[in-house]
């Protein structure tokens, strides 16, 4: 892998692209510094060694026009106490001032340059405007995961103007490396619970994962799509009905690949969708019409411990219920303390997806984890096995 770890960075003006798309309040306060933060070592290894960092992101969508909401400057001051070091902001991101400030950076110095997305020519991969950003420079990282499935100018195309200089940032490297253990370099048995919605939005996941997976763990919302066109009674239950007809090809691609689909038994029903709403159980397959499930019941969560403790890698994408309303939340939490508990006795988890992520935090469990994945839509389209454009640029 070209990483930066020990690469010479002295004398050399680096481009960075890293991922400061943070949100900001009506104030232009940064209410969650937290990709800011995960930068920093990329930008220190760089500075500290001698190097000039030349940092490149966009921020919100501003659609190739200039706004001064969605501008870099609100985040110089922020930046500047993190790193340490005063950071300066360019006016731009390209052009001849830009250029000058570039070319008069001393060694340690950091600019940062303006919202890449000013420019309808970012989103485009647009070939002038990607040289014109890397003539700024010597080297280029790349160390925003979270872009790393679009073919944009920072974060693809600018690659190939650095032959022999594109290297990837800590980020990218520990994301790489950690859904290699996931994808390819696999520890059996392997099982991945998948959860959430729906299943239109993850059937390309569930069709990958079924060519790897001991184990495939259906929760949500989409296990009642399977169980309904397994025959059973889902009440009000979320159903796609469009993919009633695709399930019997997963379970067909599942027997071809050895692989086990495990649904939940039984099911925690309310009478509408809401954190008050009455509670009862039953059947995952006899669901009173009335009712709607949003949790996964006590069989189900001691049958999916069973599956997740005899496993030596464990991928949770998607919660197993409605986890943001308290009384639907056991089933979820129950899967993160056994994807914790499996994972002190050695077993290797990486939880991904804005979801999965916000509910491991919700019940304190994201340091008993191993990897959690910062990805959004670049981790989706990972896990369905594509190429990621922004992977394949460095490494081509
Ligand atoms: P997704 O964005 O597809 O990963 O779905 C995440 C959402 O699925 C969460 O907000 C959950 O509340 C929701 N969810 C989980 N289980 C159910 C369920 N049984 N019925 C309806 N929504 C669910």
């Known amino acids: 892998m070209n990483t930066i770890e020990n690469f010479d960075f002295k004398g050399k003006k680096v481009l960075i692209r890293v991922d400061f798309n943070v949100p900001l309040n009506d104030s232009f306060e940064i209410t969650d510094d937290t990709r800011m933060r995960k930068a920093v070592p990329t930008i220190k290894k760089v500075i500290d060694n001698g190097g000039s960092a030349i940092l490149m992101s ?79 420079a010597d080297v280029y990282i790349n160390d925003a995961f979270g872009t790393a499935h679009r073919a944009h100018a920072s974060t693809t195309i600018v690659a190939d103007f650095f032959p022999n200089a594109k290297l990837f940032g800590y980020i990218m490297e520990s994301e790489l490396k950690s859904l290699d253990k996931v994808m390819e370099d696999v520890h059996k048995p392997y099982t991945a ?40 009674n889902i009440g009000n239950s979320l159903v796609e009905e469009d993919f009633l007809e695709k399930i019997p090809a997963l379970y067909e691609l599942a027997e071809k690949n050895n692989a086990k689909i495990h649904l939940p038994v039984d099911s925690l029903n309310a009478d509408k969708f809401d954190k008050d709403a009455h509670v009862s159980l039953s059947d995952i397959d006899k669901i009173p019409n009335d009712r709607m499930g949003l949790d996964i019941g006590p069989k189900t969560v001691d049958l999916f411990k069973k599956v997740i403790s005899q496993s030596k890698t464990i991928l949770w994408n998607g919660p197993v219920g409605v986890f943001e309303f308290e009384k639907f939340e056991e089933g979820t939490k129950a899967v993160g ?6 994972t002190k ?52």
């Open 337 to 342: 303390l056994s994807i914790a508990e499996a």
């Open 193 to 232: 619970i998948i959860g959430g919605s729906k299943v239109s939005s993850k059937i390309t996941i569930i069709e990958n994962l079924l060519t790897k997976v001991d184990n495939l763990i259906i929760g949500g919302g989409m296990a009642f799509t399977f169980v309904k066109a397994n025959g059973g």
């Open 58 to 136: 966009h921020v919100g969508r501003p659609k190739g026009e200039v706004q001064d909401k969605f501008s870099l400057k609100h985040i110089v001051k922020h930046l500047t106490e993190l790193l340490g070091v005063e950071v300066k902001m360019a006016p731009d991101c390209i052009g001849d001032k830009v250029k000058q400030v570039a070319d008069n950076l001393q060694q340690g110095e950091v600019l940062l340059l303006e919202n890449l997305r000013f420019h309808a020519a970012e989103t485009k991969g647009d070939f002038d405007f990607s040289k014109k950003l890397s003539e700024l």
């Open 345 to 396: 006795n050695g077993a290797f988890s990486l939880i991904g997806g804005g979801d999965s992520v916000a509910a491991i935090s919700k019940f304190d469990l994201t340091d008993q984890v191993s990897y959690v994945s910062t990805g959004g839509g670049a981790l989706l389209e990972y896990m369905e096995g594509k190429i990621l454009p922004g992977i394949a640029a460095i490494k081509k």
